[in-house]
């Protein structure tokens, strides 16, 4: 016996290739959304092809996790609806395989893709991340040269500030420079001033090249006159049709040491989350330490200072009894008082920046402890989402049975939205510390469990989950709302009604209508003892109901268009809705205790009784059209005869 038979292979080889396409364009919606995000860091930079080589090879290792989820929901949903839609799903069910041992196969490649994504995460990812950030980091360093922007101070350039009115963008010239610039010490400031000027980069790539064209160049003349007043201040003034600086600058693209950004949380793998999990509590812990040994050495020296000024307690307390400490106050001098409000003014100023240093020290460390928390648990969310997004994809395509690129990838940009919204909101308010770390992180998973657990019970069960009919009549129903009679002339007639019969019919139906309005009062408010708890069945209205009904299958067989085309205008009677709104006695009664749901059924009841008092009217009205119209019809076939 084979272990992996034909049907296997044909489920596999059907998932694997929509997954490999899926996959793909999923990383390249991740990748570029992150490229735009550093569009202005790549633009105008001068990088070398391997520079971006790199850039995009680390962003994608770092972005495999992450675009596994939606692979995998996109593949399995249109996987399972191209099956459903060939009716091919329905061939496998009905030589008896079951949906889990067709799902089977593609379970066990997903468990193994759940592994490989936590095994990116763990070992992979975070050197790519660090890489990548290193990279970045780098790429924002490095100066654009000629990319100066118009109208702010550009200070990019070490020692220069240049200020550009205007500049044209195919010439690469700028007009309307100002340059502030104090290159070689603070006292030695330049101001230049220049019509037009170019900047180049020089061909060894070491320095800048700025040619000036007509403009002026003030200069201070003297070292000490940084010290002086505005006014004395001597400084040179020249005046230059063309002058070109040599800038240093190194415009070679350098890479930052990656290994500055392995403090961060994403570049960890678990083992050494754990350890810094493990340093940062080692670290708070001292903090706290430290403040609770100065608060043992404080009492300890106040114990000191209160045994030691015990003998002189009783003076005190002779003071305090004689004095008040108002007279104490005002007894001091004017240099004394100002001497003591400083000393405490000093104290109370220094307890409160240690403390406010402490504080700033201690938050800072339970943000990167909850961030590394956050961390450690996203290691198995991320791969637990493929597994979960496998069981939300495949049972919704064998439901809605609908392949291509249409409502599947519809579908799942939807769920995928809805997942990203509740992952993103639980791990903003874990890291912020405002709800426990492990229900932040798992409560997208915990919100798709049961959504996948529900999909694949009612598509084992072949439930029409996604009946639009079934909804639409329930909101119908919920509402009150009604279609109407959608009658057409039959083609092929075997026996046409009896007039006469039918005439005398609809005359007795037109008298109960007429009598049934008259002795119950349908526009008044109903009581709601009655509808709730003391429910009484009209047998008249579901009398009247079923006599119409009869008549309309009666004179549906007539040849006459008209008379067809009048029978549309009667109206569906609903026996039961203006009585109770459920048919079961305990649910009315439940619905009446709970006051608020059984407010909303007690305006629907009443609403019902006003529709069928219109109904009433319209039945007497259009029954005696129909009656007019088939008193013609005799007239027409006397005639003929």
């Given at each position: 016996?084979?272990?992996?038979?034909?049907?296997?292979?044909?489920?596999?080889?059907?998932?694997?290739?929509?997954?490999?396409?899926?996959?793909?364009?999923?990383?390249?919606?991740?990748?570029?959304?992150?490229?735009?995000?550093?569009?202005?860091?790549?633009?105008?930079?001068?990088?070398?092809?391997?520079?971006?080589?790199?850039?995009?090879?680390?962003?994608?290792?770092?972005?495999?996790?992450?675009?596994?989820?939606?692979?995998?929901?996109?593949?399995?949903?249109?996987?399972?609806?191209?099956?459903?839609?060939?009716?091919?799903?329905?061939?496998?069910?009905?030589?008896?395989?079951?949906?889990?041992?067709?799902?089977?196969?593609?379970?066990i490649v997903v468990v193994i893709l759940s592994g490989c994504s936590f095994y990116f995460q763990n070992n992979i990812a975070p050197e790519a991340t660090k890489r990548l950030s290193a990279l970045v980091w780098s790429m924002k360093q490095k100066s654009p040269e000629l990319e100066i922007p118009e109208g702010v101070f550009y200070s990019e350039i070490p020692g220069y500030n240049i200020f550009v009115e205007k500049k044209d963008m195919k010439t690469g010239m700028l007009y309307g420079v100002m340059i502030y610039t104090n290159v070689s010490s603070q006292e030695d400031t330049q101001i230049v001033l220049?019509?037009?000027?170019?900047?180049?980069?020089?061909?060894?790539?070491?320095?800048?090249?700025?040619?000036?064209?007509?403009?002026?160049?003030?200069?201070?003349?003297?070292?000490?006159?940084?010290?002086?007043?505005?006014?004395?201040?001597?400084?040179?003034?020249?005046?230059?049709?063309?002058?070109?600086?040599?800038?240093?600058?190194?415009?070679?693209?350098?890479?930052?040491?990656?290994?500055?950004?392995?403090?961060?949380?994403?570049?960890?793998?678990?083992?050494?989350?754990?350890?810094?999990?493990?340093?940062?509590?080692?670290?708070?812990?001292?903090?706290?330490?430290?403040?609770?040994?100065?608060?043992?050495?404080?009492?300890?020296?106040?114990?000191?200072?209160?045994?030691?000024?015990?003998?002189?307690?009783?003076?005190?307390?002779?003071?305090?009894?004689?004095?008040?400490?108002?007279?104490?106050?005002?007894?001091?001098?004017?240099?004394?008082?100002?001497?003591?409000?400083?000393?405490?003014?000093?104290?109370?100023?220094?307890?409160?920046?240690?403390?406010?240093?402490?504080?700033?020290?201690?938050?800072e460390d339970n943000r990167s402890l909850r961030i590394h928390k956050v961390e450690k648990h996203k290691k198995f969310t991320y791969s637990l989402a493929c597994l979960l997004f496998f069981f939300i994809g495949a049972p919704l395509g064998a439901i809605i049975r609908k392949g291509g690129l249409g409502m599947p990838v519809i579908i799942s940009v939807s769920i995928f939205i809805f997942y990203y919204i509740i992952n993103s909101s639980g791990e903003k308010m874990a890291k912020s510390g405002a709800w426990y770390i492990p229900f932040g992180v798992w409560l997208s998973s915990m919100v798709l469990a049961?959504?996948?657990?529900?999909?694949?019970?009612?598509?084992?069960?072949?439930?029409?989950?996604?009946?639009?009919?079934?909804?639409?009549?329930?909101?119908?129903?919920?509402?009150?709302?009604?279609?109407?009679?959608?009658?057409?002339?039959?083609?092929?007639?075997?026996?046409?009604?009896?007039?006469?019969?039918?005439?005398?019919?609809?005359?007795?139906?037109?008298?109960?209508?007429?009598?049934?309005?008259?002795?119950?009062?349908?526009?008044?408010?109903?009581?709601?003892?009655?509808?709730?708890?003391?429910?009484?069945?009209?047998?008249?209205?579901?009398?009247?109901?079923?006599?119409?009904?009869?008549?309309?299958?009666?004179?549906?067989?007539?040849?006459?268009?008209?008379?067809?085309?009048?029978?549309?205008?009667?109206?569906?009677?609903?026996?039961?809705?203006?009585?109770?709104?459920?048919?079961?006695?305990?649910?009315?009664?439940?619905?009446?205790?709970?006051?608020?749901?059984?407010?909303?059924?007690?305006?629907?009841?009443?609403?019902?009784?006003?529709?069928?008092?219109?109904?009433?009217?319209?039945?007497?009205?259009?029954?005696?059209?129909?009656?007019?119209?088939?008193?013609?019809?005799?007239?027409?076939?006397?005639?003929?005869?």
């Amino acid at each position: 016996m084979h272990i992996i038979k034909r049907l296997d292979l044909f489920i596999l080889k059907a998932f694997l290739q929509l997954f490999a396409a899926t996959f793909f364009v999923c990383l390249f919606v991740f990748m570029m959304q992150y490229t735009w995000r550093y569009i202005d860091e790549l633009i105008g930079k001068g990088l070398s092809v391997d520079v971006l080589a790199k850039f995009f090879w680390y962003m994608a290792l770092n972005f495999v996790p992450a675009a596994l989820p939606p692979g995998v929901l996109l593949a399995s949903l249109i996987t399972f609806g191209n099956m459903g839609e060939k009716l091919e799903l329905l061939s496998m069910k009905a030589a008896g395989v079951p949906l889990l041992r067709i799902l089977q196969p593609l379970l066990i490649v997903v468990v193994i893709l759940s592994g490989c994504s936590f095994y990116f995460q763990n070992n992979i990812a975070p050197e790519a991340t660090k890489r990548l950030s290193a990279l970045v980091w780098s790429m924002k360093q490095k100066s654009p040269e000629l990319e100066i922007p118009e109208g702010v101070f550009y200070s990019e350039i070490p020692g220069y500030n240049i200020f550009v009115e205007k500049k044209d963008m195919k010439t690469g010239m700028l007009y309307g420079v100002m340059i502030y610039t104090n290159v070689s010490s603070q006292e030695d400031t330049q101001i230049v001033l220049a019509d037009s000027a170019r900047l180049q980069s020089t061909a060894d790539k070491m320095h800048l090249m700025l040619t000036m064209y007509s403009g002026e160049r003030f200069r201070n003349m003297d070292a000490r006159s940084a010290n002086m007043m505005k006014a004395n201040v001597p400084y040179m003034r020249e005046t230059f049709a063309k002058e070109i600086d040599l800038i240093e600058f190194d415009g070679n693209f350098n890479i930052t040491d990656a290994s500055l950004f392995a403090g961060n949380a994403q570049t960890k793998g678990l083992r050494n989350i754990r350890l810094g999990i493990d340093s940062l509590n080692h670290r708070i812990d001292s903090v706290g330490a430290s403040i609770y040994e100065a608060q043992c050495r404080g009492a300890m020296e106040r114990q000191i200072r209160n045994k030691s000024e015990k003998d002189s307690a009783h003076i005190v307390a002779e003071v305090a009894q004689t004095a008040a400490f108002d007279s104490l106050y005002a007894g001091l001098s004017h240099e004394q008082l100002q001497s003591t409000i400083r000393t405490a003014t000093s104290k109370v100023r220094q307890l409160t920046a240690e403390y406010e240093f402490r504080s700033m020290i201690t938050n800072e460390d339970n943000r990167s402890l909850r961030i590394h928390k956050v961390e450690k648990h996203k290691k198995f969310t991320y791969s637990l989402a493929c597994l979960l997004f496998f069981f939300i994809g495949a049972p919704l395509g064998a439901i809605i049975r609908k392949g291509g690129l249409g409502m599947p990838v519809i579908i799942s940009v939807s769920i995928f939205i809805f997942y990203y919204i509740i992952n993103s909101s639980g791990e903003k308010m874990a890291k912020s510390g405002a709800w426990y770390i492990p229900f932040g992180v798992w409560l997208s998973s915990m919100v798709l469990a049961p959504i996948g657990v529900f999909l694949t019970y009612k598509s084992n069960q072949d439930s029409a989950v996604f009946n639009i009919e079934g909804y639409r009549m329930f909101i119908m129903r919920l509402f009150g709302l009604r279609e109407s009679r959608k009658l057409n002339r039959k083609e092929v007639i075997i026996n046409e009604p009896d007039y006469p019969k039918v005439a005398h019919e609809l005359t007795d139906l037109q008298a109960d209508c007429k009598r049934y309005v008259e002795e119950h009062h349908l526009i008044r408010m109903p009581n709601y003892k009655k509808i709730f708890f003391e429910y009484e069945k009209d047998t008249a209205v579901a009398d009247i109901d079923d006599r119409l009904e009869a008549i309309i299958e009666e004179l549906h067989n007539s040849r006459d268009t008209r008379l067809v085309m009048m029978l549309n205008e009667l109206p569906i009677l609903v026996p039961d809705a203006h009585t109770r709104p459920f048919s079961n006695a305990r649910r009315n009664m439940a619905a009446g205790i709970f006051f608020p749901v059984g407010l909303f059924f007690w305006f629907r009841i009443w609403r019902y009784r006003v529709r069928l008092r219109h109904d009433m009217d319209i039945i007497q009205q259009q029954v005696g059209n129909i009656l007019n119209r088939i008193d013609k019809l005799n007239e027409q076939k006397k005639n003929n005869i």
